[in-house]
C-alpha cells in the first residue's frame, strides 16, 4: 500500500509541478519553514535521493531537510523531477510490503502534496488518496492524548475515535481533511479549537493534535472538491 501511495502521489505532484508557472514555484508555502513551492519539492526529490543513497544521518531533522533544499537550489523543476523519476522507484520498493506504523516518505510526499495544493489555492487532494493515512495519525493522536480527559473525535464519515480513559467528557466534530491536517502539524492552535467542540477545548487537549507540535499561524483550508 505504502509503495502506491508514494507513487502516485509522486505522479500526481510531478504533473502539477511542470504546469506551473515561474511565479507559481516563488509561492511562499505557509506549512512549512519559509520554502517556496520549488523548495518543498525539492525536499521530496532530497528525501527520495538519501533514501536510495542510504544517506539517512539525522534523517528527519531541520538540517537534514534543509540539506535536501541546498543542495538543489539551482536546479530547474525539469531536473529535480528527472532525478525523483530515476531514484523514486527504488524507494517504492522499499516501501512495498510495509505497514505504516510511523514516519516514512510516503505519509511524508501526502502531507507536502496537501501543503502544495493548499499554498496554490487548488482543491483538496482526492479523499482516497489521502483516507488510508488518517486512520495512523489518529492513532498517533489518541496516544497523544491517552492521559488525557476522555475525549470522543468523529469525522465526517462517521468514523470515532476515543481518546483518554472513562467516558468521553468532551466531543469534538470535524471533517477527516482537516483532523489529518492538523495531525501533521498543519493548522494552528486557533483553527483546531474551533472546531465543533460540545465545550470549549483544554489547551493541553489541542496541543496533542500535531506530530511536529503546535502551531500559532493559521494555514490555508481549502475548499472541499477534489483534486484528482
Not at 522499499?94 to 507536502?112: F, Q
Not at 470549549?200 to 487537549?205: F, L, M, Y
Request: net charge negative; glycine share 10%.
Amino acid at each position: 500500500m505504502l509503495d502506491a501511495a508514494y507513487r502516485n502521489a509522486r505522479r500526481r505532484i510531478s504533473t502539477l509541478a511542470v504546469g506551473l508557472t515561474a511565479d507559481q514555484l516563488r509561492t511562499p508555502v505557509p506549512a512549512t519553514p519559509e520554502w517556496t513551492v520549488q523548495d518543498v519539492l525539492a525536499h521530496m526529490v532530497g528525501g527520495a535521493a538519501d533514501e536510495d543513497s542510504g544517506r539517512m544521518d539525522a534523517a528527519g531533522s531541520e538540517q537534514w531537510t534543509r540539506r535536501h533544499v541546498g543542495e538543489r537550489r539551482d536546479l530547474s523543476v525539469q531536473q529535480l523531477l528527472a532525478e525523483w523519476d530515476r531514484v523514486g522507484p527504488a524507494v517504492e520498493a522499499g516501501l512495498a510490503g510495509r505497514k505504516m506504523t510511523g514516519p516514512n516518505l510516503a505519509a511524508d510526499v501526502i502531507c507536502h502534496e496537501a501543503d502544495l495544493c493548499e499554498a496554490l489555492g487548488l482543491g483538496r487532494v482526492d479523499r482516497e488518496h489521502w483516507q488510508p493515512f488518517l486512520e495512523v495519525m489518529m492513532r498517533f493522536v489518541r496516544g497523544q492524548l491517552r492521559n488525557s480527559t476522555a475525549l470522543s473525535i468523529h469525522d465526517d464519515q462517521g468514523q470515532q475515535w476515543n481518546c483518554g480513559s472513562g467516558e468521553p467528557a468532551t466531543v469534538v466534530r470535524a471533517d477527516g481533511y482537516e483532523l489529518l491536517r492538523a495531525s501533521f502539524s498543519r493548522r494552528s492552535r486557533s483553527q483546531i479549537a474551533a472546531w465543533d467542540w460540545t465545550s470549549a477545548p483544554d489547551p493541553t487537549v489541542v496541543e496533542c493534535f500535531g506530530c511536529f507540535g503546535g502551531r500559532d499561524d493559521d494555514q490555508p483550508i481549502p475548499i472541499g472538491i477534489g483534486r484528482r
